[in-house]
Nanobody
Framework: QVQLVESGGGLVQPGGSLRLSCAAS????????MGWYRQAPGKQRELVAA???????NYADSVKGRFTISRDNAKNTVYLQMNSLKAEDTAVYYC????????????????WGQGTQVTVSS
């Protein structure tokens, strides 16, 4: 069974930093894409930052220059370093992965983590 387990959320003051981690575990053949989304109260879930299938990264305009996504392929883990946090970054942050589960399986499967709360407040 595949799981995405997130950690690193919490309460931070404006201007502060947090680092989120997301580890994928279980029977995984390959990770074709992996990244972070967020959902604030009353708003739709939106992309924050992600690695795509070619290995390049995408960032939401609102976080460019402040957030950095990185990964450790050996650990099936992605990280999100968040600096210069603002009140508007407050949201539940979700990890999402697009996976191939078995050699020769052409299907890709989408998995989500359970979410981790990030609150930016003084």
């Amino acid at each position: 069974q595949v799981q995405l387990v997130e950690s690193g959320g919490g309460l931070v003051q404006p201007g502060g930093s947090l680092r989120l981690s997301c580890a994928a575990s279980g029977s995984i053949f390959s990770i074709n894409a992996m990244g972070w989304y967020r959902q604030a109260p009353g708003k739709q879930r939106e992309l924050v930052a992600a690695f795509n299938s070619g290995g390049s990264t995408n960032y939401a305009d609102s976080v460019k220059g402040r957030f950095t996504i990185s990964r450790d392929n050996a650990k099936n883990t992605v990280y999100l370093q968040m600096n210069s946090l603002k009140a508007e970054d407050t949201a539940v942050y979700y990890c999402r992965a697009r996976l191939v589960l078995r050699l020769g399986d052409r299907n890709e499967y989408i998995y989500w983590g359970q979410g981790t709360q990030v609150t930016v407040s003084s």
